[in-house]
């Protein structure tokens, strides 16, 4: 069975600019997750999809971060306009259905200079 | 607010030894409890999860203690090896709510060999 796949793994840009991530959950999947990782931290939630659906966008600074989940399948999240703090490790996971195991992808290192 | 809180940061142990990391929480709502191992570079994998209808869960190596009434749970590596040697989060999530985890600060651990 396939992982959860990100892409890129790596992206340097500077600050104000724009960039966008992207994720394909495991096939089937009907719940997925966007996190922030900073240095040293633990995971942190930034968005929830059920199917094609926003379930809790409660942690997503919304005034520069949004997300979308065409078909229920795959999701990006993008950030317009990046600022130094939004360097971090941004993850995507899945779960077979709602309150089900998640498993991760390998993330997207982002550096904002 | 740190809805888990995670200790040590940092751990060093010889090979093998037990390593032992330790969780508490506040939501006593709470009813799922996994740890996750995660290697540079890496997404965060599931180790071993736990539910509060059990005091302990033991997978090979690895070993989940519950305590429901002191809110705190515990990881137990057996035996630790070298390969052992990565990050540790502990995590905990309210099911029937979307399953939002609320992840530990993590623990660095290194076996010497």
């Known amino acids: 069975e396939a992982g959860v796949a990100q892409s890129p793994r790596y992206k340097i840009i500077e600050k104000r600019q724009s960039v966008a991530f992207w994720c394909n959950p495991i096939?089937?999947?009907?719940?997925l997750y966007w996190y922030q990782q900073i240095l040293g931290q633990g995971p942190k939630l930034l968005i929830q999809?059920?199917?094609?659906?926003?379930?809790?966008d409660s942690q997503l600074p919304k005034d520069r971060f949004s997300a979308e989940r065409l078909k229920g399948v795959d999701s990006t999240l993008k950030i317009q306009p990046a600022k130094l703090e939004d360097s971090a490790v941004y993850l995507c996971?899945?779960?077979?259905?709602?309150?089900?195991?998640?498993?991760f992808g390998p993330g997207t290192r982002l550096t904002v200079t | 607010q740190q809805q888990v809180k995670q200790s040590p940061q940092s751990l060093i142990v010889q090979k093998g030894g037990i390593s032992i990391i330790n969780c508490a929480y506040e939501?006593?709502?709470?009813?799922?409890f996994p740890w996750y191992q995660q290697f540079p570079g890496k997404g965060p994998a599931l180790l071993i999860a736990?539910?509060?209808?059990?005091s302990e869960k033991k997978e090979g190596r690895f070993t989940i203690s519950f305590n429901k009434s002191a809110k705190q749970f515990s990881l137990h590596i057996m035996d630790s090896q070298p390969g052992d040697s990565a990050t540790y989060f502990c995590?905990?999530?309210?099911?029937?709510?979307?399953?939002?985890?609320?992840f530990g600060t993590g623990t660095s651990l290194t076996v010497i060999p």
């Open positions: 999809f059920q199917n094609n659906g926003v379930v809790d």
């Open positions: 996971a899945s779960s077979l259905f709602w309150g089900g195991e998640q498993y």
């Open positions: 736990i539910r509060p209808d059990v």
């Open positions: 939501n006593t709502a709470f009813d799922y």
């Open positions: 096939s089937g999947h009907a719940t």
């Open positions: 995590a905990a999530s309210q099911t029937n709510t979307g399953n939002q985890f609320y």
